[in-house]
C-alpha cells in the first residue's frame, strides 16, 4: 500500500528519488505513466498487469478506448532503481506533468503519483476545500 507525501527535486539529467517507503513495495521493476490530472502515475508491475488487462479489455471500435488505450500506454516506461534509489523520468513525461525541480511523490493506495510541486499545491488546496463534499458523495464511514 502507497501512502504519504515527500517532496523531491529533479535533476537536470531527469533523475529523481523515489521515496524508500515505496521503493520496498515496487520491487526491482515498475511502469510509470501518464497519469490523470497531469501527474504520473508508479505502478508496481503486479497492480500494472491489473491496469493493463482492463485498458485491454476495452472495446477497440470505441473511440475513447482507442485514445485512452494511446495515451496511457504510448508513455509508459519500466523502471529499475539505481544505487542512489532514483529512477530517470524521459523527457516526455517530465514535459507532460510540467515538473521543472520540486516535485511531490503521493502514494495512493494501489500506485504512487509525481506531480509538480505547482500543480500538487493547486489540486491539493482545491481537494482540501471540497474535501466534505466530495466524501459526502463517495463514502459512508
Known amino acids: 500500500m502507497f501512502m504519504g507525501e515527500f517532496e523531491h527535486n529533479i535533476d537536470t539529467k531527469g533523475r529523481i528519488i523515489i521515496p524508500a517507503k515505496f521503493r520496498q513495495d515496487l520491487g526491482a521493476k515498475f ?34 478506448s482507442r485514445a485512452f488505450g494511446r495515451f496511457f500506454f504510448a508513455a509508459a516506461i519500466e523502471c529499475e532503481f539505481d544505487k542512489q534509489g532514483r529512477i ?21 493506495s ?3 503519483e509525481i506531480w509538480s510541486e505547482e500543480r500538487w499545491n493547486k489540486y491539493s488546496n482545491e481537494a482540501q476545500e471540497n474535501f466534505n463534499d466530495i466524501a459526502e458523495n463517495m463514502i459512508d464511514f
Do not use: H, S
Open 31 to 64: 511502469v510509470v505513466t501518464r497519469g490523470m490530472d497531469g501527474c504520473l502515475f508508479g505502478y508496481p508491475m503486479d497492480e500494472w498487469q491489473i491496469v493493463y488487462d482492463k485498458i485491454k479489455a476495452l472495446p477497440i471500435t470505441k473511440k475513447d
Open 110 to 112: 494501489n500506485r504512487f
Open 88 to 108: 530517470n523520468l524521459p523527457k516526455t513525461l517530465i514535459d507532460y506533468a510540467k515538473i521543472q525541480k520540486k516535485c511531490e511523490i503521493v502514494g495512493v
